[in-house]
């Protein structure tokens, strides 16, 4: 059952390991055996949070790509601040996950892009003084599977990854597909806001709004 939740994505990382793969950041070119995991944080935060601390259980390490003007969440907000400080604590790397054409990297990112919704265009041009993820030699489309809308183009790729048949890849995985349950991306993103509703009535809570 290849399920988009933590019990099929603790069972991705497991392959990982039984395929010989070790985790890698976006610090050198691929080598043999690398699987550079990343993290698209497209909509939640807590998503986010959620996937750091399950991989850190794991002891799996990742990059998480935040935005820093979504209309979803606020980077710069005591939640925004707090991520960050956690995904770091948790042994992830954090890079930007921006909207092209603005860059906007500045200290609280390593020196990593991963645009949002490329065009193919301009998907893989190289950048100055920063790894575009997507730019040769770390996209290659033979090594690149990804979630995108809770759907494998090729096919879930655990078994792949657990018989050690790439000779390295980029995992792309968003984490609001696999924390928030649902059989669907509709259903999924219908769970996310239901659990958006509850955290914002604590939100409203905690800033002294009346409720009763
Ligand atoms: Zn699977
Ligand atoms: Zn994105």
Known sequence: MCAFDLDHYGELLEAAGGGGYRF????????????????????????????????RERGVRSTYFLMVSSVFYNLASSDGRDTIVQLRADGH??????????????????????????????????????????SPPWFDPATYRSDSNQHWRNGCPHDEIAAGAFPWLQLLIHPEIWVYPGDSMRETMHSMLDRDRERRLEQLAADKIDLS
Not at 26 to 55: C, I, K, Q, Y
Not at 98 to 119: E, K, M, S, Y
Request: no cysteine; aromatic share 10%; glycine share 6%.
């Open 93 to 134: 790397r954090v890079g930007l996950h921006a909207d092209f054409p603005a860059l906007g990297l500045d200290p609280r990112f390593d020196d990593v892009v991963a645009w949002h919704n490329p065009d193919p265009e301009w998907m893989s041009v190289p950048l100055d003084g920063a790894v575009n993820v997507m």
């Open 24 to 55: 890698a950041f976006f610090d050198h070119e691929p080598e043999p055996g690398d699987l550079f995991l990343r993290h698209d944080v497209d909509l939640s935060l807590e998503a986010a949070r959620l996937l750091s601390a399950f991989e």
